[in-house]
Every structure is written in C-alpha cells, then in structure tokens.
C-alpha cells in the first residue's frame, strides 16, 4: 500500500535541486547542500567542500563530515511521517579517505528500520568517483514534542 504524503515531504521535494539553505537546521544551512533526491525512505544531497570545512591539513575536517551524515540522516528522518519529533540518539561514524576543497560530495541516507519509536538509518558520503569518504549509521528516537507544535 502507498504511504500517503506528508507537509514534510511534499516540502522537501518542493526544494529537490535548489540550494538547503531555508531548512529548520541551521547547522545544515550552513553547508548549504543541494538536495538532489528525496522519498519517505531516502535522501541525496550534493555537497561542495569549502575550505570553512577543512581541517588544518586542509581536508574536510572529520567534525563536518559527521555533520553532513547526521544532517542528512535528519532531514531523511525528518519527512518519513512521524507525527512526533525524533532525535539521535548515537550516530557511529567511518572515516575511510579524505576529500579535498572543491570536491563534490553526495551524501545518501537510507531508512534501514522504522519502529514506533526509533528508526534506524544509515549513510555514505560518496566522492564523484565513488570513493567513499565516510559512512554512518544512526538511531532516533521519538521525543513527547509533536512537530505540529513546532509549526512543522
């Protein structure tokens, strides 16, 4: 059976090619990814390094890279229909190469599990080779805050 459309969903992708920059993280502002997809079950977004982003040794610094997974693992979670806020409750991050300023980045998340309250997800952040820079897994889980109240 079809899962009807949630506010959330039709909203995110509403903005699928444009620049997230007017979402409710402004952590995620902040990197200013590109959404390139989006489902009840999945999500893509296209980041840009910029050197803000790098480490001292000017690769992207490990700190963003879990921000990116754990933003997009967000966003994903976010329009897959719970009435209620749901937060992480771990994020387990592997560094596996290093991506340079000006690279393109995709970062894909996907609903592995959804309970009736946690959800788990897992994530990639991909160069456009392929490599993969680093991958994460993550728990939510369901607060008492209904995002209606929230104005969401």
Request: glycine share 8%.
């Amino acid at each position: 059976m079809e899962k009807s459309s949630t506010p959330q969903l039709e909203f995110f992708k509403s903005q699928i090619g444009k620049t997230l920059d007017r979402t409710p993280s402004a952590a995620g502002n902040w990197l200013s990814g590109v959404l390139l997809d989006v489902d009840e079950h999945h999500i893509k977004v296209q980041y840009t390094v910029r050197p803000d982003m790098c480490n001292p040794g000017r690769i992207l610094h490990g700190g963003i890279a879990s921000l990116m997974l754990d933003d997009v693992i967000g966003m994903g979670n976010f329009v897959a229909g719970s009435e209620y806020l749901m937060t992480s409750i771990n994020l387990n991050v592997d560094f596996l190469s290093a991506a340079q300023v000006g690279e393109k980045l995709e970062v894909i998340a996907k609903l592995v599990r959804s309970g009736s309250n946690l959800n788990h997800w897992e994530a990639v952040i991909r160069k456009e080779s392929g490599k993969i820079v680093a991958k994460a897994s993550s728990n939510l889980i369901k607060t008492h805050v209904k995002l209606s109240d929230l104005g969401y």
